[in-house]
């Protein structure tokens, strides 16, 4: 037995995942994070799907919009065990969640199934998502010696920086990489996730540690770094465009960014890698490591028209 859009009390239903959530990033503000879509689910104004066992309530799946990037749905689905998770379900709730998101003709991202077992991901092979894994890494400045490398490129900091060039040339950079999913298609939103980096989003940015490679007046490479705490920081973005690549730029900007940063006594540098990125093996040589912050795993599926 199914109900669509039934009052429920959301904040009870998701009482588990968000504990599960918070034990797991327990930096993060999960529960704040869910307050307002908690808010929205119990007004009936974002559309979701609940699953019924005679009468005992075993599942449920939301979609929603998103806030930042108007190319795509998020969705989200669980079930009160993994016992109670099998084919039959999971396609009822895979086909909702999908033909949602062509009805929308939008991306759809999905978190990995709360309470899911080993049908879970064969399951999410077969109805055609795709799946990044991302990883911190972490770099011991107190270990790290100064480094020197030369370009002969047009090097600056981000001082009067017009960012929208900025936020051009890196999409640019991710464009034909896996990457390209963590990026909205469009323009305007991209645009102003850049202005919101600036803006603290991430941690104040740190003006001294940041750096601008361009090529007669454009944009071709980056590092943008920002303070997490005390004697931490971490490097948001760093991005060469494919066709100023292998010419030491990214070596360059690296080892920049990090003798900047121990001149400014941080003490920890974290970035995040894809685990399918080739730059994670250049991290790797370059001093980092991975640390033990549990991976962000996101699935997504492609809408064709």
């Not at 009052?7 to 009482?15: A, D, F, G, P, T």
């Not at 940041?210 to 303070?227: E, F, H, L, M, P």
Request: proline share 1%; with cysteine.
């Amino acid at each position: 037995m199914n109900e669509d859009n039934y009052k429920l009390n959301w904040e009870v239903i998701l009482k588990k995942e968000i504990d599960y959530l918070s034990k797991k990033f327990p930096d993060l503000d999960v529960k704040s994070s869910y307050q307002s879509i908690i808010g929205l689910l119990n007004e009936n104004k974002i559309k979701y799907k609940i699953m019924l066992e005679k009468k005992e309530f075993i599942g449920y799946a939301y979609v929603m919009e998103s806030t930042e990037k108007g190319d795509r749905l998020y969705a989200d689905i669980g079930f009160i065990s993994e016992k109670k998770v099998n084919e039959i379900r999971l396609k009822e709730f895979f086909d909702w969640i999908i033909d949602t998101a062509k009805k929308s003709r939008k991306k759809l991202m999905l978190n990995p199934v709360f309470n899911g077992n080993e049908l879970v991901e064969t399951y999410l092979k077969d109805t055609g998502f795709k799946k990044i894994i991302r990883k911190r890494m972490v770099a011991d400045l107190n270990d790290y010696k100064y480094s020197v490398v030369h370009i002969n490129y047009s090097i600056s900091g981000i001082k009067d920086l017009n960012k929208d060039l900025y936020a051009d040339a890196e999409y640019e950079s991710f464009k034909y990489t896996s990457d390209k999913i963590l990026f909205s298609d469009k323009r305007e939103d991209r645009l102003k996730s850049v202005h919101n980096l600036f803006n603290g989003e991430y941690g104040k940015i740190l003006d001294e540690a940041s750096i601008i490679i361009k090529n007669k007046g454009r944009v071709i490479a980056a590092t943008i770094c920002a303070q997490l705490g005390f004697d931490r920081a971490f490097i948001v973005s760093l991005f060469v465009k494919r066709e100023y690549r292998k010419k030491g730029i990214g070596k360059y900007l690296l080892f920049s960014a990090l003798n900047r940063l121990k001149a400014l006594s941080f003490h920890y540098v974290f970035l995040w890698v894809n685990n399918e990125n080739f730059a994670k093996e250049f991290y790797l040589k370059s001093g980092f490591k991975f640390d033990d912050y549990p991976e962000e795993i996101i699935y997504y599926l492609n809408y064709k028209k």
